[in-house]
């Protein structure tokens, strides 16, 4: 009974309409800076992502540039600073001493070398 059911399903599935999507990919990219990361109340390292918006390469392969000579550190509402050192493509570490607290607001801040600022909301 069921098996007329599954055939049909299964003709539908495969043979079901399918339209060709052409992805429509300017070569002229300006790339965006994209900034990840986060904090939060716990003894831990806390990090910060830098990079450049991906683009696709001439073979079809997607390519990121991280930053690796930005300026990045969180300053809190009452003035103090916490700076994010470098590691490794693109992340931004900080020293294990940071720790959000609550009730308290924070401000990341990221300095491009060319002197451009990224500024979260506080």
Same mark, same amino acid.
Not at 9 to 15: C, D, E, P, T
Not at 99 to 105: I, K, L, V
């Given at each position: 009974m069921r098996q007329p059911i599954y055939t049909i *399903? &299964? $003709? !539908?599935?495969?043979?079901g309409c399918r339209d060709p999507f052409d992805f429509d990919y300017s070569q002229e990219f300006e790339p965006r800076v994209v900034i990840e990361g986060f904090i939060s109340d716990r003894d831990t390292l806390?990090?910060?992502?830098? *990079? $450049?918006?991906? *683009? &696709? @390469? @001439?073979?079809g392969l997607i390519e990121t540039q991280f930053v690796s000579d930005a300026d990045v550190h969180i300053q809190d509402d009452q003035g103090g600073v916490a700076i994010l050192r470098h590691d490794q493509a693109g992340i931004y570490q900080n020293t294990p001493? $940071?720790? /959000? +607290? +609550? #009730?308290? *607001?924070?401000? !990341?801040i990221v300095t491009l /070398? @060319? #002197?451009t600022a990224y500024r979260s909301t506080a």
């Open positions: *399903s &299964i $003709f !539908l599935l495969v043979m806390h990090y910060v992502k830098v *990079s $450049f918006s991906a *683009s &696709i @390469n @001439n073979r001493n $940071f720790r /959000a +607290e +609550e #009730g308290r *607001s924070y401000q !990341l /070398a @060319n #002197g």
